[in-house]
């Protein structure tokens, strides 16, 4: 895999094909671990997505592109009241299998965290599927702490799954 055709940075309105694509494939691939269902997701108006990835103070996604084409997303999302605003929620993270293990998802997430402290978040929340050590592990190593579980997080059919609550303090 080429690294040197990695480029990370915020998505425009002009990623918003691309990104609905990614996040339906995304879906498609780890149902238990993103909402919206499939359904949900391929049924949202163009406009919505342009809003999802919109940046502005409050949210940011971000993308991984290698050669023009969106291999990874995330999202960084915080409230706008004063009293919630140093926290942030990490969303939507998703790299495409074949550069899963390959240094990427890492990098997008450091992207992440970096913007999060330039922009004065001090800690960053999110949730993780309890039956992917991958990601948890990946977060680990990036210092996100577990501070709680979610039972029943997740009802896919008649199956639950439990979600992990991780947060990374940024002012420590």
């Known amino acids: 895999m080429d690294h040197a055709q990695i480029i990370i940075k915020p998505l425009t309105s002009n990623d918003a094909g691309a990104f609905k694509a990614l996040r339906l494939k995304a879906i498609l691939d780890s149902p238990a671990a993103l909402w919206p269902t499939y359904e949900e997701e391929a ?18 996604v971000f993308g991984v592109f290698n050669n023009h084409a969106l291999i990874g997303i995330a999202g960084l999302r915080r409230e706008p009241l004063a009293q919630v ?17 390959s240094g990427v998802a890492r990098k997008l997430l450091e ?33 996100f702490e577990v501070y709680g579980l979610e039972p029943r997080a997740i009802r896919i059919g008649n199956r639950f799954y439990d979600e992990q609550r991780m947060v990374l303090r940024l002012d420590d």
């Open 111 to 143: 992207t992440v965290v970096a913007h999060a402290r330039e922009t004065k978040v001090l800690q960053i929340h999110l949730c993780v599927h309890t039956e992917n050590p991958r990601a948890q592990g990946l977060y680990q190593l990036l210092g």
């Open 85 to 101: 605003a140093h926290k942030a929620m990490l969303w939507g993270v998703f790299v495409e299998a074949e550069w899963r293990g």
């Open 43 to 60: 049924g949202l108006a163009p406009e919505a997505v342009v809003d999802r990835i919109r940046h502005n103070k409050h949210q940011i």
